[in-house]
């Protein structure tokens, strides 16, 4: 995550949840996604990490 030391439980946890997770930072940019989040927008992790929201889903 973006500037901000997250503990490794907490992530293990977000990580593991079914449920689509996701945390933008400044100017609206990724800063993390889990692996729900990322199937249910069909997109890899690299495809979205640190880019603008707008950027990815223009519509």
Same mark, same amino acid.
């Given at each position: 995550?973006? $500037?901000?030391? *997250?503990? /490794? $439980?907490?992530?293990? *946890?977000?990580?593991?949840?079914? /449920? =689509? *997770? #996701? #945390? !933008?930072?400044?100017?609206?940019? %990724?800063?993390?996604?889990?692996? /729900?989040? !990322?199937?249910? #927008?069909?997109?890899?992790? =690299?495809?979205? $990490?640190?880019?603008? #929201? /707008? $950027? *990815? %889903? =223009?519509?």
């Amino acid at each position: 995550m973006e $500037d901000r030391a *997250v503990p /490794a $439980d907490l992530t293990a *946890v977000l990580a593991a949840a079914a /449920a =689509p *997770v #996701v #945390v !933008c930072g400044r100017e609206y940019r %990724f800063a993390y996604a889990n692996a /729900a989040f !990322c199937r249910s #927008v069909h997109k890899t992790w =690299p495809e979205l $990490d640190g880019r603008k #929201v /707008a $950027d *990815v %889903f =223009p519509e």
